[in-house]
C-alpha cells in the first residue's frame, strides 16, 4: 500500500498574509491536500474572498483579520482558533511588512519600527502562541517565510533583508527548543517571486535586469512554485529534517 506523504486531511493550517501572492498559493495547496485552512490577512473581507473561493472548489477553509504587527490582534486570533478548533497543526508565518524602499542611511524610524513589529516581533509571538497549542496537542509544524535577501540583502531593502535574516535565526531556535514536543520549525526562502509586494522590484528594470542575471534559470517565480515547498515542509514527506531545514527556491541548506 502506497502511503501519500503529502496528506494532510484533518489538519488545522492558519497561513498569515494568505490573501494574495505566496500566502494565497499556499492556501489553497494545503486546501487541496486535506487541511482546513485559516485565510488569514489584516482585512477580513479579503480573507473571506479567498477563503470562499477555496470552498467552492469542495475544500474547507474559514476567514481570520489579523493584523500580525498588533499584539492585541495576535491574542484575539488565538483566542478564536482556540474557542473554534482546541488546537493548530500547521502555521505559517507569511505576512510581512516592507514600507520603505531606499538607501539604508534614509531609513526612518517610522518605517524601521513598522518592519521590526511584522517581520519580527509578529512571527515570533505568533509562533509563539501557536507552539503553546502545538505542545498541549502532540506537536505540530512551522513555517516561516524568509527571503534570499536573508542570506544577500538587496538593493533597496536593507531592513527588510535585516528582519529576513533574523527570521532564520528565530526558526532554528524554535526548532532547536521545541523539537522535544514534537514541533518542527523551517523557513522557506523565496528568491525574486512576482507578487504585489514585491511589486517595487518589478518597475526597476536596473533592479529587475541585475536579479534575473544572478538565477540560474533566467526568470522570476510565480507564486504558486512556493506552494509546493511549503506543502513539503508541511508533511510528513520532511520528517527526516528534524526541523532543522531551510529551503532556500527549492534547494536544502540544512
Known amino acids: ?18 490573501s494574495r501572492g505566496i500566502g494565497e498559493g499556499i492556501a489553497r495547496v494545503f486546501a487541496q491536500h486535506g487541511a482546513h485552512v485559516i485565510v ?23 476567514a481570520l483579520a489579523c493584523n500580525v504587527g498588533r499584539m492585541e490582534d495576535i491574542n484575539s486570533a488565538f483566542e478564536q482558533i482556540k474557542a473554534r478548533h482546541g488546537r493548530l497543526d500547521i502555521l505559517v508565518n507569511n ?12 531609513t526612518d524610524l517610522k518605517a524601521f519600527t513598522k518592519t521590526i ?11 509563539v502562541e501557536a507552539g503553546k497549542l502545538m505542545r498541549d496537542h502532540d506537536g505540530g509544524i512551522i513555517i516561516n517565510t524568509a527571503s534570499t535577501g536573508a542570506l ?13 535574516a533574523a527570521i532564520v535565526n528565530m526558526t532554528k531556535a524554535f526548532a ?40 540560474p534559470m533566467g526568470r522570476h517565480a510565480e507564486p504558486e512554485e512556493m506552494a509546493g515547498t511549503a506543502l513539503y515542509l508541511a508533511s510528513e514527506a520532511s520528517s527526516y529534517t528534524n526541523g532543522e531545514c531551510i529551503v532556500v527556491d527549492g534547494g536544502l541548506v540544512i
Open 1 to 18: 500500500m502506497t502511503t501519500n506523504l503529502f496528506d494532510l486531511t484533518g489538519k488545522i493550517a492558519l497561513v498569515s498574509g494568505a
Open 40 to 62: 488569514s490577512s489584516r482585512k477580513i473581507h479579503d480573507c473571506e474572498a479567498i477563503a470562499e473561493d477555496i470552498r467552492q472548489t469542495n475544500t474547507s477553509s474559514e
Open 95 to 106: 505576512a510581512a511588512a516592507n514600507p520603505y524602499f531606499g538607501h539604508v542611511l534614509d
Open 117 to 127: 513589529d511584522v517581520n519580527i516581533r509578529g512571527y515570533f509571538f505568533m509562533s
Open 152 to 164: 544577500m540583502p538587496g538593493p533597496g531593502q536593507a531592513i527588510y533583508s535585516i528582519t529576513k
Open 176 to 215: 532547536k527548543e521545541c523539537a522535544p514536543y514534537n514541533i518542527r520549525a523551517n523557513a522557506l526562502l523565496p528568491g525574486l517571486t512576482k507578487t504585489k509586494f514585491a511589486g517595487a522590484l518589478f518597475t526597476n528594470d536596473q533592479i529587475y535586469k541585475g536579479a534575473i542575471n544572478r538565477i
